[in-house]
């Protein structure tokens, strides 16, 4: 087992860290962050830490540890250990917003001198997009642009134009170089293995292209509802929360050519050039749904255009994938919550199996990306039955990451990439231009939203999807289940 030190000099920052945790009372601050940091600095992959909270509850710094204790127990993954919690608390400071930026600089002053040496700084922006400015110009305000990185939450912007503005107002503080964007599905351990699938095997490459895949599917339903966070998602909808950020990320993980080296910068600008082959979104490419109730939720107009579903079909238009239909999907209030990249091969040219054998009866050939926390993957081909005859039946063959072992392994998305952001490795995060580049490829649809269709909650979204994807079908739901590895056979 790896000791504390020869983890945090392995994967871990060079220095201490003084993190600015902007938005600490708030929901993503509980669930994934305080634990998140928590089990970074106890698992020893950060030499030294000091952690201020600032939010606009006026609470001090007792009161922030008494919510961070509740978040932690309530959240962590893993057991909490006392004795790493006391060390912990002991490094938690907090500053009310409303103490100003004099206040900040003080505990920042304060922290920053238990450092032996040098340190840097990590601000972390988990605000509502409205309050970002505001943020920025208090930690400029208070001294605290050098030495510093500084992470920025989803959405980047609403459209063209905010993000630009946003963009130049960051600027006017941070280098680019020193803001990363956050998009915590690339810290997924499945998100990170296409590129280890892609381009770590000689099998699969070279038929990863559009004379071998006919379409491929990005599927992200959701089960959930809005929980406390109408007020936000009214403003903002599935496309901007979700597909903007998310579901085109994964799509540039999915598409991009061979980066000339596994770094940030040839990884960013492989992607950056899927986006810039990206189609202009056409409205009539697009289906946006909205659940039956949502209009009388707590929060939401009663006459809310705000789409909770989106389901569209895009092209990427270069040599690799002309022609080739990506289709994607997310919701909220859908029949089950999938994280899927479902890739369908062209059939064969020429069937010589007699009528009746069952070929292609199923669809065609599958590779399916699960990226669920537990992830999986699955390739789906016909094949015999045994018997007499010929009578085929879709197989699969199928992996699960946790039939390695290695599954204790695994860092949780945000645990990967505030320790990615620490040590300045920006290869799991968005470019100013690529973000740009996607409002850009948005704005035919922005500037004309095809109306909502109702649809009902538990259900795959409106009727009209079925149009968007023929003479294809959604792979969801999936005709069989995945196969449980501890299931015995005979
Ligand atoms: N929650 C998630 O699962 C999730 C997932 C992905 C990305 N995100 C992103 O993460 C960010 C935070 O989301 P959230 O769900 O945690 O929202 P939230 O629960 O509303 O938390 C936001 C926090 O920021 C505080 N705040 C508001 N204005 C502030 C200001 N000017 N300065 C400092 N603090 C301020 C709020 O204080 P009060 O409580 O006093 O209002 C609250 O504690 C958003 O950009 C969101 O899009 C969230």
């Not at 926390?373 to 018997?387: A, E, I, T, V």
């Not at 269709?453 to 069989?480: C, D, K, M, Q």
Request: net charge negative.
């Amino acid at each position: 087992m790896s000791t504390p030190a020869t983890q945090s000099s392995r994967v871990g920052p060079r220095y201490p860290h003084l993190v600015v945790l902007f938005g600490a009372t708030g929901d993503l601050s509980k669930r994934k962050l305080l634990p998140g940091l928590f089990h970074l600095v106890s698992s020893g992959f950060i030499p030294g830490y000091r952690i201020i909270g600032v939010s606009l509850d006026e609470l001090d710094a007792e009161g922030f540890r008494n919510l961070a204790r509740s978040a932690v127990a309530e959240f962590a993954q893993r057991p909490v250990d006392e004795e790493a919690w006391k060390a912990f608390a002991e490094a938690l400071d907090y500053v009310p917003l409303s103490a100003g930026a004099g206040a900040l600089k003080a505990a920042a002053e304060r922290a920053e001198s238990t450092f032996q040496g040098e340190s840097r700084r990590l601000h972390y922006l988990s605000v509502p997009p409205n309050a970002a400015l505001s943020a920025v110009r208090t930690l400029s305000e208070a001294g605290l642009v050098d030495r510093a990185r500084i992470v920025m939450e989803k959405p980047f912007g609403v459209d063209l134009e905010s993000a630009k503005s946003l963009n130049a107002s960051l600027h006017e503080v941070f280098t680019d170089q020193q803001i990363f964007r956050i998009d915590h599905f690339l810290g997924k351990e499945a998100a990170q293995n296409i590129l280890a699938f892609r381009f770590a095997n000689g099998l699969f490459e070279p038929i990863w292209n559009r004379n071998f895949i006919d379409h491929v599917q990005i599927d992200v339903p959701e089960t959930l509802g809005l929980s406390t966070r109408a007020a936000f998602y009214e403003k903002v909808g599935a496309f901007r929360d979700m597909v903007v950020t998310h579901l085109f990320q994964i799509l540039a993980f999915m598409a991009m050519e061979p980066p000339t080296a596994l770094l940030p910068d040839p990884i960013s600008e492989e992607k950056n050039k899927v986006f810039r082959s990206l189609l202009p979104l056409q409205p009539t490419d697009v289906v946006r749904g909205q659940y039956i109730g949502y209009r009388g939720e707590p929060g939401i107009h009663k006459e809310s255009d705000t789409e909770t579903f989106i389901a569209l079909r895009c092209f990427i238009d270069n040599w690799r994938w002309a022609g080739v239909p990506f289709y994607l999907r997310t919701g909220k209030r859908l029949a089950e919550g999938q994280r899927i990249i479902s890739i369908a091969f062209r059939e064969p040219p020429k069937s010589m199996f007699p009528a009746g054998s069952g070929v292609g009866s199923q669809g065609p050939d599958h590779l399916t990306f699960d990226l669920a926390d537990r992830s999986r993957m699955s390739l789906s081909f016909y094949g015999k039955r045994p018997g007499p005859g010929m009578r085929l039946d879709k197989l699969s063959l199928q992996f699960a990451m946790h039939d390695t072992g290695w599954a204790g392994e695994a860092l949780e998305a945000y645990e990967r990439l505030i320790l990615d952001a620490m040590r300045g490795d920006r290869t799991l995060f968005t470019t100013a231009e690529g973000i740009e580049t996607l409002w850009e490829k948005s704005m035919p649809l922005l500037e004309e939203p095809p109306p909502v269709r109702l649809y009902t909650p538990g259900s795959w979204g409106p009727n009209v999807i079925h149009s968007l994807i023929a003479p294809n079908a959604w792979r969801l739901p999936f005709e069989r289940a995945w196969r449980d590895p501890n299931a015995t056979g005979d």
